[in-house]
């Protein structure tokens, strides 16, 4: 007697399953079921209508690659996402170090576009790249301090 595994295995074999795109197309087509679930308060449904047919097209997409015997394709089509992800990820993990790092700060040099690593303390002053030797403004809003949990310790 065979059992569901062994159905499935047989079910899927020659067919392409799932890769990083199809991983991308399901956590993107959730995001959108959950945005759904708050836009369908709106008063206007033409914004809910529009999320709802996005969510059902990232899932039928994602089930039809899974699904497909076109592995050549769904191969160049997982590649080609690799390669847009991988020119995105840096830039948006360059963005987020800011907000990452409480002691320090990150800015660029107007002139030469050397990445400086500024201590974060509150305040305008002026800074000098270490390259190019060009003297800026820089203006840092927050100020993270390291307070003890418990008061002052002496």
Do not use: W
């Amino acid at each position: 007697m065979n059992s569901f595994k062994e159905k499935l295995y047989r079910f899927m074999y020659g067919r392409y399953g799932f890769d990083q795109f199809s991983s991308f197309l399901m956590t993107a087509g959730l995001v959108m079921a959950v945005l759904c679930m708050f836009l369908r308060f709106l008063p206007s449904h033409i914004p809910y209508y529009i999320c709802s047919g996005l969510n059902t097209f990232f899932y039928i997409f994602a089930f039809f690659r899974i699904l497909s015997r076109n592995i050549g394709k769904r191969t160049l089509e997982n590649e080609k996402y690799l390669r847009i992800r991988s020119r995105i990820i840096p830039v948006l993990d360059a963005k987020t170090k800011n907000i990452r790092d409480k002691n320090y700060i990150y800015k660029k040099c107007p002139k030469c576009s050397a990445k400086l690593r500024l201590k974060r303390i509150k305040g305008k002053h002026i800074t000098k790249c270490p390259r190019c030797g060009l003297k800026f403004n820089v203006r840092v809003f927050i100020e993270y301090k390291s307070n003890p949990p418990y008061g002052n310790v002496n």
